[in-house]
C-alpha cells in the first residue's frame, strides 16, 4: 500500500494537472509539488476566506472562488477595472469579524479617470450581495500603469492596512502630501485612526517605498514583514514601523542613512544568491518567512531571528505572485504565467514519529485508569 501511495505520489507530482498539465517546481526531496487549481485568467492575488474557501482575483476584474478543491464557475464578483500595464484587481482582505458581518475589501484600479479604490463587499453564500459596495478609500488619480502596490491586510490592531506603489514617480515615496509609495492605515470603515503617525488627518502609516506589491503579518507579534520591488540592484524584505522611512528614492537596498530604516534582509539584481529582479509572495510557514521572486522563478525563506542567508524551496515556479499558508499545513503559491494555484506540501510524519492525536492520549488515560482501579479492588478482596 505504501508503494502504491508513491507511485500515485510520484505522478501528481510529474502530472501536476489532469488533462492539461502544469510543470512542476523542484523542491527538495520529500516534499511535493502539485496543482491546486488551474485555468485563471492572469491572476494577481490571493487569500484563505476564514472558513477555508480560497479567493484568488484576476487581473481584470473577477474575484474567483476555490471551494472544496474546486474552482467555481461563477465569480464573487467581478469589477469593471483598468488593467493596462499593472493595473487591475489587486489586493483582497477579510474583515476580522467576516464570520459575523460577511465583510471582503478589495483594491482594484478604477477607469476614467484612473486611480486605486479598496472597495468593500458583502458576501453571500459564494458571491458577493448585490447592492453591497462601499467605497472605503480612493487616491490620487494615475500617471504610468506600473507600480500600484495593491496588498490589504488588517493588522493585529484591527486596522486595515494599504500598500500603494510610488506610481514610478520617486519624488511622491517621500512627500507626505501624497499617499504613492507608501503603506497607509485605516479603520474599517476607511476612516483615519486617531494614533496614526503622522497625525489624525494623515492615512500614512510608513513611507519610502518604490512598489510594495505584497507583504505579510507575523502571526504572534503583528509585525509587517514588506516586500517592496526594487529598479535596479535591490529586493527587499522590511519590517515595517510606524511612522518609518524606507529611503526610496535615495537609497535602494541596504544602507547606513540613520534617516532611513535598513532592510531585514535584501537580495541582488544578477549577483549572490539567490537573485531576481521582482520580490513578490511572502507568507509566514513552519517558523519561517517565504518569499518568491516573478523573474527568477523561485521560492527562498529565512529566519525572522537570523535573517543573514535564505535557503531556497522551490526552482522553475511560472511567474509567482502570491504565497499563502494553508490551513492544512501546505504552503500554496500563485503563478501569474501558468494561471495556476500550486500548492507544496511537507514530507509526512513517519508512523513512527508521528505525534498521537489528544483523542488517544484521553482513550490511554482512561484505559489506565480503568486498570488501576481494577487492580485495587481485586488487592482489597484478596483473604
Not at 490571493?46 to 479567493?55: H, I, K, S, T, V
Not at 496588498?151 to 506603489?165: E, P, S
Not at 519590517?239 to 526610496?248: E, F, H, K, S, T
Not at 517558523?287 to 525572522?304: L, N, Q
Request: neutral net charge; contains cysteine.
Amino acid at each position: 500500500m505504501k508503494l502504491v501511495k508513491r507511485l500515485a505520489a510520484s505522478a501528481i507530482v510529474v502530472l501536476g494537472c489532469a488533462g492539461v498539465c502544469v510543470e512542476a517546481a523542484s523542491v527538495p526531496s520529500g516534499y511535493t509539488d502539485s496543482t491546486f487549481v488551474r485555468q485563471l485568467a492572469s491572476p494577481t492575488a490571493m487569500e484563505f476566506a476564514p472558513d477555508g474557501r480560497l479567493f484568488v482575483l484576476e487581473q481584470t476584474g473577477a474575484a474567483r472562488v476555490v471551494k472544496n478543491g474546486v474552482l467555481l464557475s461563477t465569480p464573487f464578483t467581478t469589477f469593471s477595472v483598468d488593467s493596462s500595464g499593472e493595473r487591475g484587481l489587486l489586493g483582497i482582505a477579510f474583515d476580522p469579524a467576516f464570520a459575523t458581518n460577511g465583510f471582503v475589501y478589495f483594491y482594484h484600479t478604477v477607469p476614467s479617470p484612473a486611480h486605486n479604490r479598496v472597495t468593500r463587499l458583502t458576501a453571500n453564500g459564494d458571491v458577493a450581495l448585490a447592492g453591497s459596495a462601499v467605497t472605503i478609500l480612493d487616491l490620487e488619480n494615475l500617471g504610468p500603469t506600473n507600480h500600484n502596490g495593491g496588498a490589504l491586510h488588517f493588522g493585529a490592531d484591527g486596522k486595515l492596512y494599504v500598500a500603494v506603489g510610488d506610481n514610478a514617480t520617486g519624488a511622491n515615496s517621500q512627500s507626505l502630501s501624497s499617499r504613492f509609495g507608501k503603506v497607509l492605515r485605516l479603520n474599517r470603515d476607511g476612516s483615519i485612526p486617531a494614533d496614526n503617525p503622522f497625525g489624525s488627518a494623515s492615512s500614512i502609516w510608513a513611507l519610502g517605498f518604490r512598489n510594495p506589491y505584497t507583504f505579510a503579518i507575523r502571526p504572534g507579534t503583528g509585525t509587517l514583514f514588506i516586500n517592496d520591488v526594487g529598479e535596479s540592484t535591490y529586493e527587499e524584505i522590511d519590517v515595517g514601523v510606524a511612522g518609518g522611512n524606507y529611503g526610496w528614492p535615495t537609497t535602494e537596498g541596504p544602507t547606513n542613512n540613520p534617516s532611513f530604516r535598513t532592510p531585514l534582509y535584501s537580495y541582488q539584481h544578477g549577483s549572490g544568491s539567490p537573485t531576481g529582479c521582482a520580490i513578490t509572495g511572502g507568507a509566514f510557514w513552519a517558523g519561517r518567512y517565504y518569499f518568491a521572486d516573478f523573474c527568477g522563478g523561485w521560492i527562498y525563506s529565512i529566519d525572522p531571528a537570523n535573517p543573514a542567508s535564505a535557503t531556497q524551496l522551490a526552482a522553475g515556479a511560472s511567474g509567482p505572485v502570491d504565497l499563502k499558508a494553508g490551513a492544512d499545513g501546505a504552503l500554496y503559491y500563485l503563478e501569474q504565467q501558468s494561471g495556476s494555484v500550486r500548492v507544496i506540501r511537507p514530507p509526512p510524519a513517519t508512523d513512527g514519529d508521528a505525534p498521537l492525536p489528544l483523542s488517544a492520549w484521553v482513550a490511554l488515560a482512561a484505559l489506565l485508569f480503568a486498570v488501576a482501579v481494577q487492580k485495587r479492588f481485586r488487592n482489597a478482596a484478596a483473604p
